[in-house]
């Protein structure tokens, strides 16, 4: 079966505009970050084997970046290959890593023509030479570009990541580069495989799994969690938009009080400080 290929030019943006005209522009998440999940489900309904479930997968992938792009996000993170998932048979993750090459080589040059950067977010040591190869070409290619950044994490694991992350400010430490004291949010931030991305404001998961299952530990800390019954490679244009509205419509305190909410409170307290003490 053909596989088909990113496509923005084709119905020139064209957004389902119900929708779109549900979403605010104005405060739209800088960075979303996806767990594509439920591929093996899909193709056992299907009576498919579950490779197939992987590919109908890249297409939704194919379509998220699309959507992306048209709706001009500045970021987006999709999970697809972590540090476990190679505990999978031997054929499922090959056809994983041939479905990554195939995705990089054949939608290289839309890529470049849409101005989307792509990066590898994950450990690299670990990765066949052809896949650390085609992936490099990738970001080589498309380092320049300013749209969208497109980040595939593959072998990637979040407390792989903290632990790359302890080693390397471990080692500024024995070089004498920094001071145990220095060590701060900062200075671990800035040794993640993220370190020039902002946090994700939005983490959307498949398949109604309720799980976080080791993806962006320290990034999400304060991330909307979006969950959708959807099976990933049935994800769909409607299913970005209706987890961008249901984002909007979040009320985000990051642990402070709503801006509302905080007048109430400076009232509460300054009638406090009013009130006799009968001392
Ligand atoms: C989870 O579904 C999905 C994965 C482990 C892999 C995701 C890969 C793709 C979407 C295709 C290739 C990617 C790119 C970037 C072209 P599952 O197999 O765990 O599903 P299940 O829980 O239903 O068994």
Redesign the pocket.
């Known amino acids: 079966m053909a596989m088909r290929r990113i496509d923005l030019a084709k119905t020139g943006g064209k957004l389902d505009e119900a929708l779109l005209s549900r979403l605010d522009p104005a405060r739209m998440p800088a960075h979303v970050a996806v767990i594509?999940?439920?591929?093996?489900?899909?193709a056992?309904q299907r009576k498919l084997p579950?490779i197939a479930?992987?590919?109908a997968?890249?297409d939704?992938?194919r379509r998220t970046v699309e959507t992306a792009a048209r709706l001009g996000l500045g970021c987006l993170t999709?999970?697809?290959?972590?540090t476990e998932?190679w505990k999978r048979p031997r054929l499922e993750v090959r056809a994983?890593m041939d479905?990554?090459m195939?995705?990089l080589r054949k939608e290289l040059k839309t890529l470049r023509d849409n101005n989307i950067r792509f990066r590898l977010i994950g450990r690299s040591d670990g990765l066949h030479i052809s896949v650390l190869e085609q992936i490099r070409r990738a970001e080589l290619a498309t380092m320049q570009n300013t749209g969208l950044r497109l980040n595939?994490a593959i072998n990637y694991g979040g407390r792989a990541e903290l632990v790359d992350a302890c080693r390397r400010v471990a080692e500024e430490v024995a070089a004498g580069r920094l001071r145990p004291e220095e060590i701060n949010e900062q200075v671990i931030q800035a040794k993640l495989y993220t370190h020039m991305l902002p946090d994700p404001d939005l983490l959307v998961r498949t398949?109604g799994?309720t799980r976080i299952s080791n993806f962006l530990l320290w990034q999400i800390a304060y991330s909307e969690i979006y969950i959708t019954e959807t099976?990933?490679p049935d994800f769909c244009e409607r299913d970005f938009l209706s987890a961008l509205i249901a984002y909007q419509q979040r009320d985000r305190r990051f642990g402070g009080v709503r801006e509302a909410s905080q007048g109430l409170t400076l009232e509460w307290n300054a009638g406090e400080r009013l009130a006799p003490t009968g001392d």
């Open positions: 594509m999940d439920g591929n093996g489900r899909w056992a579950r479930g992987h590919r997968g890249a939704a992938v999709l999970y697809a290959f972590s998932n994983l479905l990554l195939e995705f595939i398949s799994e099976l990933w």
